[in-house]
């Protein structure tokens, strides 16, 4: 689990272009949205597009998305739960 | 009516200068990613948005926060009456074509949601907008070069139809490595002092020659 939630934190960075921060700042259990990463709707739509192109995982339901993407941990046990 | 330009500024060649004096130029020679970051900590931007643009509207964002900077000017004419006109030569073309590259391939299709949101290259003008709260004429059009008339005839149009009363205008191309901006504030005459710089083609045209010979812009005509 630790060393997915690292491959994350790197993912989002590129993906989100996030350059002003190292790894280990991103607080795996802290809110990705409002506070803690203060991400937006685009970055919403980003992380979907990440999960499916790197994890093969397609969010059916876009309800899901508060859940799965609350925080880097909720992501990766999302991943380790549904990847084939 | 005449139509002065208040101020100026140009960016090339990782460098920046205002009303022709340089104000900052960075010595490494890695690109435009490198150089506008540097040039966006040395003048303590805060905007965190800033990182999630593309070239074009990181170029166009930072040429317009320079000109602005040290003005209010939303103190002096009302945020309708503030617009901002843009000409540039290549569009928003390099974030088209890493948006193709996203789309080309219908089994390995995953267009970049961020990537697409700036494949306009009037979201640059737009940025720069919300940023300074600016809600007056605001356009890109696109021109094969620099072209003072079309430049001079948008803004003077723009003031005589009194849309208008404060306006940023001018030159934002960016591609690749390949990237300059001249950035003119224009406004009314009010105190028709000599030390004014008329806002007419031939001045628009000195101005970017000036800017070559310093070796600020290049030649594109």
Known sequence: MEELIQKLKEEIIEVLNLEEMEPGEIDPDAPLFGEGLGLDSIDALELIVLLEKNYGIKIEDPKDGRKIFFSLRTMAEYITEHQK | MALIIRKYCAIRDARISVDGKAVFSYEGQDGFKKFIRAAYKHYQTDYPKFFKMDNLSKLGFFSVEVLLKGE????????????????????????????????????????????????????????????????????????????????????????KSKLLSSCICGWVEQYENNYESLLFLVEKDKNNSAEDIIFEPSNLTNIYKLEQKDGRINTKA
Do not use: Q
């Open chain 2, 72 to 159: 209010d000017i939303l103190k002096l004419h009302p945020a309708e009456k503030t617009g901002i006109i843009l000409t540039n030569a290549s569009s928003s073309l390099e974030i088209d074509e890493k948006h193709f590259e996203s789309i080309k391939d219908r089994g390995h299709y995953f267009p970049s949601p961020s990537n697409f949101v700036y494949t306009l290259p009037n979201i640059m003008a737009g940025e720069a907008a919300i940023r300074h709260k600016i809600k007056g004429e605001n356009t890109v059009l696109i021109s094969e070069h620099f072209d003072p008339e079309l430049v001079f005839c948008l803004v003077e149009l723009a003031f």
